[in-house]
């Protein structure tokens, strides 16, 4: 039954679904949004382009930029943060339906932690493999994230790859406060699955799932957002902390190639 907003309302996930959780450390939950939740974010996301291109600068720590493995040429990507930018990603972030999904998950009530949208244009590359979680003395091991995805992404546009089942073993890099990528040669390789997805759907996938994407091959872009949660038992609601280290930990590692001049807008 529809409630008032048209939506279908959240049911209680599935212990089928909370055990694939637990053994593989990833889920997909189909036409979770609907087209039109969809369709104004996508806009928005479009419309942010225009709004804010001042943003849009190397300078700005906001921002992240790629290389173009077909020109060479270094191009922007991804605005993190994003929800204080775009009405409608702030409320997929905040969507009952979606904290009581997560709450399913949890057991307990779900934070958002950290928010970011990457746009993936074509020909722009991925990131290798790696896990999310880095082991700053707060950073909370409950962390995961959510994939929504404003357009379909396919293999072809260098959608999302997880590596099921080795978030059990924890962490795979070393526990030094810093980020590392995750060496091939700690996983085998025929088990990763591609989160191919359609716009409504949502991935989840735990913060220590190894994962990793292709460059974007196609002419289409692969716009997709990026919304990171913690239990409220590990540190509750602190995504204005997280991005404030966040932001003292970039300076250091800008400054360590030289860039001293670089801010937050």
Known sequence: MKNPTGVAPHEALSE????????????????????????EAGGEADELLVRHRSLVEVRNIRCRFQP?????????????????????????????????????????????FKDKLIYKPPGVKGYDLHQDYISWPDFPRSFLTVLVPFDRADLDNGCTEVFPGYHTQGLLTPAD?????LPIDRVDESDGVPLVLAPGDIAMFDGFTPHRSAPNRSDRWRRQLYLSYNKVSEGGHQRGRHYEEFHRWLRVKYAEYGKTDVYYR
Do not use: K, M
């Not at 053994?23 to 969809?38: A, H, K, N, Q, W």
């Open 16 to 39: 089928a679904q909370l055990r694939a959780w637990r053994e593989d450390g990833y889920l997909v939950l189909r036409g979770f949004f609907s087209p039109g939740e969809i369709a």
């Open 68 to 112: 173009n493995v077909e020109t060479g040429d270094c191009e922007f990507e991804c605005f993190d943060p994003v929800i204080d930018l775009s009405p409608a990603c702030h409320r997929l972030a905040v969507a009952a339906d979606l904290l009581a999904a997560l709450g399913d998950l949890y057991g307990e009530e779900a934070c958002l």
């Open 177 to 181: 406060g810093q980020f590392h990528l």
